[in-house]
């Protein structure tokens, strides 16, 4: 099991950039992609961006390519999600999840952070 904790998040208005990190512990060593996901009230979770542990393939949601940068940092078991020019729209409570195996869904799941970005 990976135990993640979340931490970034906050209020910001239109335009404006947050940074999320996320950090592992536990069995680290066999975490093969760490993802962000975010739920907004009334919605069901999405899937906005990922990144492999080994070889740092990128992934993004359609709505946040260009916006978001996902990045990691191995000596720290740390993943960040930079998100900048935020909307309204992008307010939500955002979750790290870790990814065990090559095949499957996601493992473990942190605890969420909110973001609310005013108009």
């Known amino acids: 099991q990976v135990q993640l904790v979340e931490s970034g998040g906050g209020l910001v208005q239109a335009g404006g950039s947050l940074r999320l990190s996320c950090a592992a512990s536990g069995r680290t060593f066999n975490i093969y992609r760490m993802g962000w996901f975010r739920q907004a009230p009334g919605k069901e979770r999405e899937f906005v961006a990922a990144?492999?542990?080994?070889?740092?393939?990128?992934f993004y949601a359609d709505s946040v390519k260009g916006r978001f940068t996902i990045s990691r940092e191995n000596a720290k078991n740390t993943v960040y999600l930079q998100m900048n020019s935020l909307k309204p729209e992008d307010t939500a409570i955002y979750y790290c999840?870790?990814?065990?195996?090559?095949?499957?869904?996601?493992?473990?799941w942190g605890q969420g952070t909110q973001v609310t970005v005013s108009s």
């Open positions: 999840a870790v990814r065990l195996g090559v095949v499957g869904g996601y493992d473990d």
């Open positions: 990144i492999n542990w080994s070889g740092g393939n990128t």
